[in-house]
């Protein structure tokens, strides 16, 4: 396979999709491309994207399509063509697949592989109920205890719970997934890429069985 991997990350919310992408980050010694952190640079940096996208979500609307695409196609667009990558959380629907395949296509090279973190719903939902995050370098942890959670492991700092893995926003999160992103998998197993991984079990054992598959 020529050049380091390009794969694509898939998986509901709560299934361990941020956690297994810095695995395989450094393993492979991949560029990991997070839309929302794509996101978030160009609005801090206020980039004619950015920009674009700011008006939309003042307004309170979703970012369209051609501007989520503009976005992510160029910083995609920026890695070197020998150089690998993992997506995460790009492309979220068919339109964002066909036009990444599209502008990856003109140069010479598609998604080796794309790779599915199936868990079933019952266990996001217990998941994401004691999912914190770091508030200084925003790691995320697990707390399933009574009481508050302990600081950060990884920078001491302290823990707290988004607004959206309330049990009332997880179902809403899962809902979207389901209907959104759903679609984008059976665009992938048609081409033949899609690799289904159990995601259930423990970190490491997800991270081997990903590496058996690639």
Excluded: W
């Excluded at 942890?141 to 508050?148: C, V």
């Amino acid at each position: 396979m020529p050049g380091r991997l390009r794969l694509a990350l898939f998986g509901p919310p709560g299934a361990g999709k941020g956690t297994q992408a810095q695995l395989l980050t450094d393993r492979y010694d991949l560029a990991h491309v997070s839309s929302g952190d794509i996101f978030r640079h160009n609005l801090r940096q206020g980039t004619p994207l950015g920009l674009r996208a700011k008006k939309y979500m003042d307004r309170g609307e979703l970012v369209p399509d051609e501007v989520v695409i503009d976005i992510m196609l160029s910083k995609v667009m920026s890695i070197h063509a020998d150089d690998g990558f993992i997506l995460d959380g790009f492309p979220r629907n068919t339109r964002q697949a066909e036009e990444l395949e599209a502008a990856l296509t003109a140069r010479a090279r598609n998604i080796d592989k794309v790779l599915h973190i199936d868990v079933c719903e019952e266990e996001l939902a217990r998941r994401l109920g004691g999912r914190f995050v770091c508030r200084d370098c925003q790691a995320p942890f697990t707390h399933q205890g009574d009481g508050p959670p302990p600081a950060c492991q990884r920078c001491q700092g302290d823990l707290y719970q988004r607004d959206d893995d309330r049990p009332e926003a997880v179902q809403r999160r899962i809902g979207v997934y389901r209907d959104e992103t759903m679609p984008v998998l059976a665009f992938y197993r048609d081409r033949g890429l899609l690799a289904d991984i159990p995601g259930k079990d423990s970190v490491d054992k997800v991270f081997k069985r990903i590496v058996e598959t690639l």
